[in-house]
């Protein structure tokens, strides 16, 4: 028993460590948890031409900001979402990106092209939730 003695001060160091490390794990999981079902709901809402509901889940400070208008969701109509790809991102515990590369065809045209778009989101700490931080995707490049 005696050869062991030294390592019980050490062993107690790294229990009483790893429990105070567990709490804050356990709140990133769930924030990763919550990024991952906002992402899922998000990239649903594109990919179904529902950009009414994609709406709901942009920052209610960009939303205050920079109101959309029906005519704003009637350019949204006229493009027909064919393809939604993640190609990368990284995650924090407050803020995230994802790139994606979205297939849009013009209903009017039947022209189809691919439109890369970074999705950036934040943590909201009192709503607990992520909120897409850059409005909806711009299909238009600026136009």
Not at 18 to 43: D, N
Not at 46 to 60: G, I, K, M, S
């Amino acid at each position: 028993m005696r050869a062991f003695a030294h390592l019980r001060p050490y062993t107690i160091w790294c229990l009483l460590t790893l429990v105070m490390l567990l709490p804050g794990c356990a709140s990133t999981g769930k924030q990763a948890s919550a990024l991952e079902r906002a992402q899922y709901a998000w990239s649903g809402a594109v990919r179904w031409n529902d950009f009414q509901t994609a709406w709901q889940l942009v920052d209610p400070d960009y939303r205050a900001a920079h109101p959309a208008s029906d005519l704003d969701f009637a350019r949204y109509e006229q493009v027909q979402v064919t393809s939604y790809r993640e190609t990368g991102g990284q995650a924090g515990p407050e803020d995230a990106t994802r790139q994606v590369q979205i297939g849009v065809v013009n209903r009017h045209t039947m022209a189809e092209r691919t439109v890369r778009y970074t999705e950036r989101w934040r943590w909201d700490a009192a709503a607990g939730t992520w909120w897409i931080v850059d409005g909806l995707p711009d299909f238009w490049a600026g136009q």
